[in-house]
């Protein structure tokens, strides 16, 4: 199992951007695949998690991103995306991607593999 992100970068308060999560060894009908952040002196965080039963998705999205974000699968690619839209200081973290166990939309929890993270800065 490995899973390696891509996308985070430097951006300022207001704007977008999407990250990528390549993972291989499953399948999202195996593990659900959750992202994480950590920001610095605060608590990881579940940002937000996706995973599939019978060609239909699950998708979980904490409060503080819920309507701004969207996350995604590109089976073709083995490729999990989240797309964060209006984004604001607070987002600022290193955003990792792991496998997760969910529960519908209701929560989501990191399993035991993850990837090495991506750094998200948003400036005011």
């Known amino acids: 199992v490995q899973l390696v992100e891509s996308g985070g970068g430097l951006v300022q308060a207001g704007g977008s951007l999407r990250l990528s999560c390549a993972f291989s060894g499953f399948t999202l009908d195996d593990h659900a695949i959750g992202w994480f952040r950590r920001a610095p002196g605060k608590a990881l965080m579940g940002v937000s998690c996706?995973?599939?039963?019978?060609?239909?998705?699950?998708?979980y999205y904490a409060d503080s991103v819920k309507g701004r974000s969207i996350i995604s699968e590109d089976k073709s690619e083995d490729t999990v995306y989240l797309e964060m839209s209006n984004l604001k200081p607070d987002d600022t973290a290193v955003y990792y991607c792991?496998?997760?166990?969910?529960?519908?939309?209701?929560?989501?929890?990191?399993?035991?593999?993850w990837g090495p993270g991506t750094q998200v800065t948003v400036s005011s």
């Open positions: 792991a496998t997760a166990s969910q529960f519908g939309d209701k929560y989501c929890e990191p399993l035991d593999s």
């Open positions: 996706i995973s599939s039963h019978d060609s239909a998705y699950n998708t």
